[in-house]
């Protein structure tokens, strides 16, 4: 009886131990696709910035040429 308990245990524990690993690496993913999302986030901010500075030149060198 009490090596059926123990096992059951042992099973119990285990399973627990493979639901934690699993939430674990979840939380882990999560954390670098929130890091990676945050990351592009600020670069489009960046390109657009880019993209006007160079609409900006675009449009003094089309007033330069008058």
């Known amino acids: ?3 059926d308990e123990a096992n059951d245990n042992y099973l ?3 399973a627990d131990f493979e ?3 699993k939430r674990m690496n979840q939380e882990k993913q ?3 696709d929130f ?3 945050s ?3 600020d670069l489009i901010s ?3 910035d880019f993209e006007r500075v160079l609409q900006s030149a675009e449009t ?3 007033f330069a040429s008058f």
Do not use: C, G
Request: charged share 25%.
């Open 46 to 48: 960046v390109i657009d």
């Open 30 to 32: 999560n954390a670098i």
């Open 35 to 37: 890091a990676n999302q």
């Open 12 to 14: 119990r524990k285990a």
């Open 19 to 21: 639901n934690f690993r």
């Open 1 to 3: 009886m009490k090596l």
């Open 60 to 62: 003094s060198q089309d």
């Open 39 to 41: 990351l592009l986030l």
